[in-house]
């Protein structure tokens, strides 16, 4: 159905360089960094950064919420960046379907893991709950996935350490997490870095693929849709064995399935496999991506330069004193790669471990963040904040709202046609909360649209089997998608739009204001945080800046979120009635 689509070399067009964010907290505060996450915490639309910090001594974690303007502020405090511990990977999704990402952060010597409620607004707190979070492990990472799509997030937690069983825990509703305790997937003892959600089958079902470490086999677990999983022999995925720290799965070639690229430590040859199409794969043997050798731990496919195509970032670490290079590819639109040395400055580094791509600005490019760690011999340093600079091309951008599938949308496909550089494409990305080691890129599709000024079509398949299609699509738009939506109900996103509510936290009235919306039939929305619709009025507005009284009186405290539409733009903001 999606067809192999080869682009031949680059434009000069499509060039693209990053500056380095030298100012704001994320640039300047120290710390021994492990996980990288690009999440909106607070619902606002924009991506704040998570960075976990784990040194063996402990050290509280880091939250920075975006803005609006490319910068951002050290998030106030609360039980997420207050736990003192020596904390490793983290992933973040909506475990309880209600509209904002909670938290699961792991740590390493024994130490417990831990659990984050998020209010909504970006606070979370500590739930406690001894069977998920009091083990005492030597946990890597961790990811949510609903492997039995009943539209609630489980969790898969690897352990290289102690008795080194990986954990998975069944999501059983109302907030509770029941561990899992047998099956291959959580008996086997590997020592166990990484792991990934992700179809690579495409029947459907989230499938587990786990890397190790030690020059060890690593693990593919296949889904056979009856809440159980097989471990799978799959050459070559699962017959090399090396010291595998991490894996990406994204589709390379544009052919509509994923290909695998695994991270390895201990300057070995990292490995890139491309998915045939007929359950087999092929290893690549030469260029760049597999010969550079490394120190290799987080890694991140992007469309860096919106050719259409994704490119692959990796992070390396704890090697020599001197310090290593991180490793950027550029993909010459046939799925191979060339390495990039000048579009992002300070590739060399002393110690890297996670990193990220989301769009800090949305201006429709992808940015970086990278975790910089203390290496053996070394101090600690900031973070690295890259803003990427962009160039001529087009970008169209997804966000999705699952109802029958989780609130996140993990583990649905999104696919968009068009024509570039006067060939039909089709592009894939697969939502997922674990994109490699310590790395968690923004829950929002991106895509490069090359010279297309419209998505001839956009596919979204859900985790509960249904499906939206999407016609003519106007790019350099970001969509904001609720599962089966039609399309003449698909909003956008008003880029320039602001919305403004204020006293927050209040009582009784408050005042709404907003500017950037058209004129025209608009309706002012009031939801709460199960989604439920509390009124709609319908006003005209005449386009410009405005002002309207809400009264908040009549409802219970809690928090709530409004909304204004207007000619199929919308823009929202949560408030907390006091």
């Not at 352990?159 to 954990?167: D, F, K, V």
């Not at 990934?196 to 989230?206: E, K, M, S, Y």
């Not at 992002?344 to 201006?363: E, F, K, M, R, V």
């Not at 809400?550 to 207007?566: R, S, W």
Request: with cysteine.
């Amino acid at each position: 159905m999606f067809g192999l689509c080869l682009f031949a070399g680059l434009s000069l067009q499509a060039q693209v360089s990053f500056t380095k964010i030298q100012e704001g907290p994320v640039a300047t505060i120290a710390g021994d960094s492990r996980s990288c996450n690009f999440v909106d915490v607070n619902g606002d639309g924009r991506d704040d950064i998570f960075i976990s910090n784990g040194p063996s001594g402990g050290q509280n974690n880091r939250l920075f919420l975006n803005n609006g303007d490319g910068t951002f502020s050290t998030a106030p405090a609360s039980d997420i960046v207050q736990d003192g511990s020596p904390s490793d990977g983290a992933t973040f999704a909506d475990a309880d379907n209600d509209g904002s990402l909670d938290a699961y952060v792991v740590t390493w010597y024994g130490h417990t893991n831990y659990y984050y409620h998020n209010d909504g607004s970006g606070v979370f707190s500590l739930q406690d709950n001894p069977g998920l979070t009091g083990l005492g492990t030597f946990s890597e990472t961790a990811s949510w996935g609903d492997f039995d799509n009943d539209g609630l997030l489980d969790l898969y937690v690897t352990n290289s350490g102690g008795n080194r069983r990986n954990l998975l825990y069944h999501n059983e509703g109302n907030g509770l997490l029941a561990p899992w305790t047998t099956g291959a997937w959580v008996t086997d003892a590997y020592t166990s870095r990484s792991v990934q959600w992700t179809d690579i089958n495409g029947d459907g079902a989230l499938d587990l693929f786990v890397a190790n470490e030690e020059n060890q086999y690593n693990n593919l677990y296949l889904n056979n849709g009856e809440q159980n999983f097989t471990r799978t022999e799959l050459a070559p995925l699962t017959t090399i064995a090396r010291s595998s720290t991490g894996s990406s799965w994204a589709d390379i070639d544009n052919d509509g399935d994923f290909d695998l690229f695994v991270a390895n430590y201990a300057n070995q040859n990292n490995q890139l496999y491309f998915n045939n199409g007929d359950g087999s794969f092929s290893a690549v043997t030469d260029g760049p991506v597999v010969t550079d050798g490394g120190y290799s731990f987080g890694s991140i496919f992007g469309d860096i330069d919106n050719d259409g195509d994704l490119d692959l970032f990796v992070a390396n670490g704890f090697g020599p004193v001197s310090g290593v290079d991180n490793f950027l590819y550029l993909n010459n639109g046939d799925g191979t790669f060339e390495r990039d040395e000048a579009s992002i400055p300070g590739l060399h580094t002393q110690c890297s471990y996670g990193c990220a791509w989301g769009d800090i600005d949305n201006d429709g490019f992808l940015d970086l963040v990278v975790a910089n760690c203390k290496g053996t011999g070394q101090s600690q340093i900031p973070s690295s904040l890259y803003h990427n600079q962009g160039n001529g091309h087009h970008w169209l951008k997804v966000r999705l709202s699952g109802v029958a599938s989780n609130r996140s949308g993990i583990g649905a496909k999104v696919r968009v046609k068009a024509m570039i550089n006067g060939v039909a494409v089709w592009q894939v990305r697969e939502i997922s909360a674990q994109d490699g080691y310590n790395c968690q890129s923004s829950l929002t599709a991106h895509f490069g649209m090359g010279d297309a000024v419209h998505a001839d079509s956009l596919l979204v398949e859900w985790p509960s089997g249904l499906r939206d299609t999407l016609l003519m699509l106007p790019t350099d738009t970001l969509f904001h998608i609720t599962e089966s939506m039609t399309s003449s109900a698909v909003e956008r996103l008003m880029p320039e739009g602001k919305l403004r509510l204020y006293p927050n936290p209040g009582q009784g009235m408050a005042a709404l204001e907003w500017e950037g919306l058209p004129a025209g039939p608009a309706c002012i929305s009031l939801y709460s945080m199960d989604g439920r619709r509390l009124f709609c009025r319908e006003e005209r507005l005449p386009g410009g800046q405005q002002r309207y009284g809400l009264d908040l009186g009549p409802y219970q405290p809690g928090m709530y979120v409004v909304k204004v539409a207007c000619g199929g733009s919308f823009a929202t903001l949560k408030f907390i009635k006091e």
